[in-house]
């Protein structure tokens, strides 16, 4: 088997040989530890079977053990300077395909239709670039593509405002837009050494496992996802509060708000980082007639 491009000999013998400098702008922060490698794609649970999405190669470190343990890697790489570096690095494996294209405006759905036919199971797995981290999640949810899952390394920070429960200081409308649709669970935390160069902040890696049915069945999606951000629009605001400023006309329809969250079956005065995903759910289907 080849040497890893992660090991931090090889990845310093590549930047050499390419004169690479990194794109602070572009998130670039590479894994120079194969340890941490074989541990996100244990958490991905891959098979020879699987089709996976990566989100930036970057030099290659996370896609060549992708590709030694799934059946096929499609990566997005943003960075046209990266691309004669992965065609040399990336040439022992045959079942690599790299798109240059941003991920943001990518047809993923259709690119899995054209790459992936056949597969079952797909899964998306990445070290992704810090500065676009919510959005590449929210589009790859949002667009319900037919994957079995995301597992991805991003800031911890994030990490924890996704996983977090109810009542916690990390709880909001990132915590319920992704646990509407997954099952969110930091599987590792990872200091700032394996990285070169090191980013500012701790990272951790996320697995988000696809639940076969969203986590609450709401009459319409947008709305509930709309009130869960006005409930945390001011955190130290009431749920009441905060619902009057964010509905439209709420100021003068303030009795007809107060009445349909006690419909919902809750107390007014809370809030909104005190209320479960089922009560955001019931709090949104009384709303909706009145102001969807
Ligand atoms: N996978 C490599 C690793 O683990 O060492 C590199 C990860 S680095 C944190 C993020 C990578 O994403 C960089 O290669 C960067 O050029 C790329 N990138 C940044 N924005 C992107 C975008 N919008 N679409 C696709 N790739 C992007």
Same mark, same amino acid.
């Given at each position: 088997m080849q040497k890893d491009i992660a090991t931090p000999m090889r990845t310093r013998e590549i930047m050499r040989k390419y004169g690479f400098s990194f794109k602070k702008s572009l998130g670039q922060n590479f894994l120079i530890d194969p340890n941490i490698l074989r541990n996100i794609t244990k958490y991905a649970g891959l098979t020879k079977e699987t089709g996976v999405i990566e989100i930036g190669p970057g030099i290659g470190a996370l896609t060549e053990h992708l590709a030694r343990r799934a059946k096929k890697v499609v990566a997005y790489e943003? !960075?046209? *300077?990266?691309l004669p570096i992965l065609d040399d690095t990336l040439s022992p494996y045959d079942n690599i395909r790299i798109l240059h294209e941003d991920v943001l405006k990518a047809d993923l759905r259709q690119m899995i239709e054209e790459e992936f036919a056949g597969i079952q199971d797909m899964m998306v797995v990445a070290n992704l670039p810090y500065y676009v981290t919510t959005p590449i999640i929210l589009k790859l949810l949002e667009e319900k593509l037919p994957v079995r899952g995301i597992v991805v390394m991003l800031q911890k920070e994030v990490g924890d405002r996704i996983a977090a429960k109810p009542g916690t200081k990390d709880y909001g409308s990132l915590s319920i837009a992704i646990q509407y649709y997954t099952t969110a669970e930091t599987v590792m935390i990872v200091p700032k050494s394996v990285f070169i160069p090191q980013p500012n902040v701790d990272s951790a890696v996320i697995r988000m496992l696809l639940r076969e049915q969203p986590a609450a069945d709401v009459e319409n999606e947008g709305f509930f996802f709309d009130i869960a951000k006005m409930s945390f629009a001011q955190r130290r605001k009431t749920l009441m509060n905060n619902l009057t400023s964010g509905l439209k006309n709420g100021k003068a329809r303030k009795d007809e708000i107060a009445n349909a969250i006690q419909k919902a @079956?809750? !107390?007014? %005065? *809370? *809030? @909104?980082?005190?209320? %479960?995903m089922e009560e955001f759910a019931a709090l949104s289907d009384v709303l909706f007639p009145l102001f969807g």
């Amino acid at each position: 088997m080849q040497k890893d491009i992660a090991t931090p000999m090889r990845t310093r013998e590549i930047m050499r040989k390419y004169g690479f400098s990194f794109k602070k702008s572009l998130g670039q922060n590479f894994l120079i530890d194969p340890n941490i490698l074989r541990n996100i794609t244990k958490y991905a649970g891959l098979t020879k079977e699987t089709g996976v999405i990566e989100i930036g190669p970057g030099i290659g470190a996370l896609t060549e053990h992708l590709a030694r343990r799934a059946k096929k890697v499609v990566a997005y790489e943003i !960075d046209q *300077r990266l691309l004669p570096i992965l065609d040399d690095t990336l040439s022992p494996y045959d079942n690599i395909r790299i798109l240059h294209e941003d991920v943001l405006k990518a047809d993923l759905r259709q690119m899995i239709e054209e790459e992936f036919a056949g597969i079952q199971d797909m899964m998306v797995v990445a070290n992704l670039p810090y500065y676009v981290t919510t959005p590449i999640i929210l589009k790859l949810l949002e667009e319900k593509l037919p994957v079995r899952g995301i597992v991805v390394m991003l800031q911890k920070e994030v990490g924890d405002r996704i996983a977090a429960k109810p009542g916690t200081k990390d709880y909001g409308s990132l915590s319920i837009a992704i646990q509407y649709y997954t099952t969110a669970e930091t599987v590792m935390i990872v200091p700032k050494s394996v990285f070169i160069p090191q980013p500012n902040v701790d990272s951790a890696v996320i697995r988000m496992l696809l639940r076969e049915q969203p986590a609450a069945d709401v009459e319409n999606e947008g709305f509930f996802f709309d009130i869960a951000k006005m409930s945390f629009a001011q955190r130290r605001k009431t749920l009441m509060n905060n619902l009057t400023s964010g509905l439209k006309n709420g100021k003068a329809r303030k009795d007809e708000i107060a009445n349909a969250i006690q419909k919902a @079956g809750i !107390d007014p %005065s *809370r *809030r @909104g980082e005190t209320l %479960s995903m089922e009560e955001f759910a019931a709090l949104s289907d009384v709303l909706f007639p009145l102001f969807g």
